[in-house]
């Protein structure tokens, strides 16, 4: 048999398998049992406004304040990072490989309940504060690498040439290298708002008051008052409206950088 021959059959054949397999989800589902537990009109309409207003609106909020702090964290950790001076860049190691290393959720935790409870704290904003602040943490961590890699990444002719006309190592920093820095890793950042947007469903693991509920907590909360999923389904739909566009955003990035090489 001719190598285009077997691709061409191969191809058939999985064509063959998926369309059985959908065949079979639809002929085997309990379309009855879906529709009532997870799309059940009467229950949706319940949600609204309610799940725009202060769900969605939280969870927007939640991410852009964890988004700043994590990328003002990022980059001083970064330059700790890059610094000659050693205890500053040994200082910055440790909190990076910690703070990647462990699960955000177990640091939401210790923040919210640990934390106060060991020093007598009060975090600003309460527990939904206690959650932001370990959301930056945690994102200041993975910033702080993406930062340094693209700083790494620039040209070093560039900070040379900048040298050469004078300018000292900080502006040369700031005018130089952090702008053309910013510019390769907008994709990766970009990436990472994307993830803090879903990390901010861990934040119910914190105890959130009725006003300062996201998403995930704003489900669960209706699944167990209605004793129904389709709370759920609303949630996950609007996880999507909001990150689907964001993804679509870093692949055009990731192109548009790829034919700047």
């Keep these: 048999m001719k190598p285009s021959t077997r691709r061409r059959l191969t191809r058939g054949i999985l064509y063959a398998v998926f369309v059985l397999a959908v ?11 879906i529709g009532v537990n997870f799309f059940d009109p009467e229950v949706a309409r319940a949600a609204f406004p309610t799940i725009i207003t202060v769900a969605v609106k939280n969870t927007v909020v939640y991410t852009i304040i964890a988004f700043i ?13 890059l610094s000659p001076v050693g205890p500053y860049r040994w200082a910055a190691t440790v909190y990076i490989e910690i703070f990647r290393g462990l699960p955000a959720l177990l640091v939401i935790f210790a923040m ?3 934390v106060p409870i060991a020093f007598s704290w009060r975090p600003p904003g309460g527990n939904a ?7 930056i ?16 990444a620039v040209p070093a002719g ?12 900080a502006w040369t920093m700031v005018s130089v290298t952090l702008p053309q820095a910013f510019r390769i890793i907008t994709p990766p950042l970009t990436n990472e708002l994307v993830i803090l947007i879903k990390d901010t469903s861990l934040l119910f693991i914190a105890g959130m008051a009725m006003q300062d509920r996201e998403l995930t907590t704003f489900a669960r ?7 129904n999923s389709t709370p759920l389904v609303l949630a996950a739909i609007m ?12 692949a055009k990035l990731e192109r548009h950088n790829q034919r700047g090489r």
């Design 239 to 250: 996880y999507l409206i909001i990150t689907l566009p964001l993804t679509q955003l870093v």
């Design 69 to 81: 702090g994590g990328l003002i964290l990022g980059l001083i950790l970064a330059l700790m990072k």
């Design 137 to 152: 943490m945690v994102s200041g961590a993975y910033i702080a690498e993406t930062i340094r890699a693209g700083i790494q």
């Design 129 to 135: 504060g206690a959650g932001l602040i370990a959301l």
């Design 158 to 169: 560039q900070t040379e040439a900048a040298r050469s006309l004078g300018m000292g190592p």
């Design 221 to 227: 909360d209706s699944v167990s008052q209605n004793a």
């Design 23 to 33: 065949v079979a989800v639809v002929l085997l589902a309990d379309w009855q049992a």
């Design 112 to 114: 919210a309940f640990a």
